[in-house]
């Protein structure tokens, strides 16, 4: 039987396997802030929230519990 490409005849495999990652690997958001985040933007967060609010957010930074930024703004 000739095989024609795109059609499959019987049991079809899957050729692919989905692979999830763990939440350690992953690198995008976090959520947390810290000391770092505080630190590159505090430009923006001085212009946009004040500097209570970048205080805040240095104090939090510091400490060891950790905050999110929505929280400290949200606080105002």
Do not use: Q
Request: include cysteine; charge should be positive; hydrophobic fraction near 35%.
């Amino acid at each position: 039987m000739r095989r024609i490409p795109g059609k499959s005849f019987g049991v079809s495999r899957p050729t692919t396997t989905v692979r999830f990652a763990s939440p350690r690997r992953l690198s995008g958001m976090r959520g947390v802030i810290t000391g770092k985040d505080v630190l590159r933007h505090s430009v923006t967060i001085c212009r946009l929230w004040g500097p209570r609010c970048y205080l805040r957010c240095l104090r939090a930074a510091l400490s060891s519990k950790p905050s999110t930024f929505l929280e400290l703004v949200a606080c105002a």
